[in-house]
């Protein structure tokens, strides 16, 4: 594919891609860098032929973070320190007063393992079917269904454990 018919259609799906971005790192700075990392991965390797851009550019971006994680992961094993993007959102938006739900599913997200963050993110915030999000995670569709279905699950009991303890401070 010339390289600028790929560019042209690389911008056209940066949207969704800086949504699943920042729904894997829950920090605008570490999406916005994700993105980046995505995009150049995606331009030097190509796509493969018959292969949809955005699923395959989703499927490298979930690659990219993989990856972003064992260095995180490796650098704390061999300094001992953490480093300082790694984690969730640090800055004083998520603080404001009054949180709403959303921010309260996402911080329940955020403790789902890793498998179930994504395939989540990738079906209810992107709007991809259990076939494309099985494709991505390059798993059958039966274990996508069981990762959404687990963490939906999660989520519902997580937020009623929260209403119960809500009604009982009342």
Not at 52 to 80: M, P, S
Request: hydrophobic content about 40%.
């Amino acid at each position: 594919m010339p390289a600028k018919l790929l560019n042209n259609r690389l911008l056209a799906i940066l949207p969704d891609l800086k949504r699943f971005a920042l729904s894997l790192t829950r920090n605008r700075e570490q999406a916005e860098d994700l993105v980046q990392d995505t995009s150049l991965r995606v331009m030097r390797k190509g796509i493969p032929d018959d292969v949809d851009l955005r699923r395959w550019a989703f499927r490298v971006c979930k690659n990219a973070w993989i990856d972003q994680l064992r260095k995180q992961k490796n650098r704390l094993e061999t300094t001992g320190e953490e480093d300082e993007n790694a984690g969730g959102v640090h800055d004083g938006e998520a603080t404001v007063e009054g949180r709403s739900e959303l921010d309260t599913v996402m911080t329940i997200m955020a403790r789902l393992p890793q498998d179930q963050q994504i395939a989540l993110s990738l079906v209810a915030i992107e709007g991809m079917s259990y076939r494309e999000v099985s494709d991505v995670m390059d798993v059958p569709i039966g274990t996508i269904m069981s990762r959404v279905s687990r963490a939906r699950g999660s989520i519902a009991d997580a937020l009623a454990a929260g209403q119960e303890g809500a009604n009982d401070q009342n």
